[in-house]
């Protein structure tokens, strides 16, 4: 089986493994507990926060543990239109191909009465910056976009982003769980002043991630409870947290490394899908992506059985588009890039991970050319 999903998830790391065990079976105890056993995993979150702040490049005070991305998220969109409300900043400014989570929070929000603004992508799928420009007013609370696309893994310019934001005295959100792991992230020199993070993209434990908050920053609490400076309450989920700080600890050995050869062998899988097969479109390819991700779409093809086909040819992919019980409905970020709706019913995300091998990649190929090319052929194009 040849695992080319990692922008859904990764693979726990031994590392990890090996932490979690640890923490379960000798810091069991409750990190608010004034005893010793309570003091031994009070110490553990101590020492997993600084590990894992030294990767995001934030201070410890500024970190605050969340269940995953989704929860960082809310945190941060919920808490600043709290936070901003008394200010007269109301609005969220948002891009128009956020996760779907973040989506969903800001269609719930306008039916609520938030005003919200989306900022239209290019056809390459990045933001698009004068538009964004003119979105920006007085009336903002928060700007949210992510530092890259999860499906077709196109970096956003947030440092741009930061200087609109900030031009008009509104924060800016930024959901990087797509970055961990596969772009240096340093929220210090970033300009981003809320970012989410998520562990299992970076070989860490699902249901954990992070909300950093930038110092001098006040964010209401959405969980009440003493919890993380009275940020989040909750006893602190500390064999998943120790397993994130062991990720970032085995992430930033290999980081530089793992970039480099994630994106040759990126570009192979390209140049050879674009070299042997007709009609590859691929996504994003003009401007900045993460190195791991390919998104592409082969003609006409509905992605759905594509996928069946790849799975059979033992590569393990995913379709943008989100799965719903009526099926598969066209992908948002492929809509927001200008396509029609059957074009974007047709991405296929191969995301490539720090383990993948020139190997792989070969057989990949092969995997597609058996899967793929009949179905080209059906459809009227010639494959060599
Ligand atoms: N944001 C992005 C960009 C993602 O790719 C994901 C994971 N698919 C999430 C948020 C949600 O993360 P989590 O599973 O940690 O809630």
Avoid at 93 to 103: Q, Y
Wanted: aromatic share 2%; net charge neutral.
């Amino acid at each position: 089986m040849i695992y080319l999903d990692h922008n859904a998830t990764t693979e726990p790391a031994l590392e990890v493994i090996g932490e979690m065990v640890d923490a379960l079976e000798r810091a069991w105890a409750n990190p608010s507990s004034m005893h010793a056993p309570g003091q031994a995993a009070r110490s553990l979150l101590a020492d997993a926060r600084a590990r894992v702040a030294r990767f995001l490049g934030c201070a410890g005070a500024e970190l605050v543990f969340t269940s995953g991305a989704t929860e960082s998220n809310h945190m941060a969109i919920e808490g600043a239109l709290k936070a901003r409300a008394a200010e007269g900043r109301t609005r969220l400014v948002l891009s128009a191909v956020e996760h779907p989570g973040l989506m969903a929070l800001a269609t719930r929000l306008e039916a609520q009465g938030v005003p919200v603004s989306r900022i239209p992508v290019d056809r390459q799928g990045r933001v698009d910056l004068a538009a964004a420009q003119a979105l920006m007013g007085t009336d903002v609370a928060i700007v949210s976009v992510m530092g890259a696309n999860n499906e077709t893994g196109v970096l956003m310019p947030l440092a741009e982003l930061a200087a609109l934001a900030h031009g008009c005295g509104a924060w800016l959100h930024a959901d990087a769980t797509q970055l961990v792991g596969k772009a240096r992230l340093n929220f210090a020199s970033s300009g981003v002043d809320l970012l989410s993070v998520s562990a299992h993209k970076l070989h860490g434990p699902k249901g954990v991630g992070a909300l950093l908050i930038r110092k001098g920053l006040a964010l209401p609490a959405l969980l009440g409870g003493r919890q993380e400076r009275q940020r989040r309450g909750g006893t602190e989920n500390t064999p998943g947290i120790a397993g994130f700080a062991a990720a970032c600890d085995r992430a930033a050995q290999t980081l530089d490394d793992d970039l480099a050869r994630m994106a040759a062998l990126r570009d192979r899988l390209q140049a050879e899908l674009l070299r042997t097969l007709p009609a590859v479109q691929v996504y994003g390819a003009q401007v900045p992506r993460l190195p791991n991700t390919l998104c592409v779409r082969f003609g006409p093809l509905h992605s759905d059985p594509v996928l069946g086909k790849l799975e059979r040819a033992g590569v393990m992919v995913s379709s943008g588009a989100a799965c719903t019980a009526a099926g598969t409905a066209p992908s948002h970020v492929l809509l927001a890039m200008g396509e029609t709706p059957e074009q974007a019913q047709s991405g296929i995300r191969f995301s490539l991970g720090r383990d993948t091998t020139a190997a792989d990649i070969e057989a990949t190929v092969a995997g597609v050319h058996r899967a793929v090319g009949p179905m080209l052929a059906d459809a009227g194009f010639t494959v060599p």
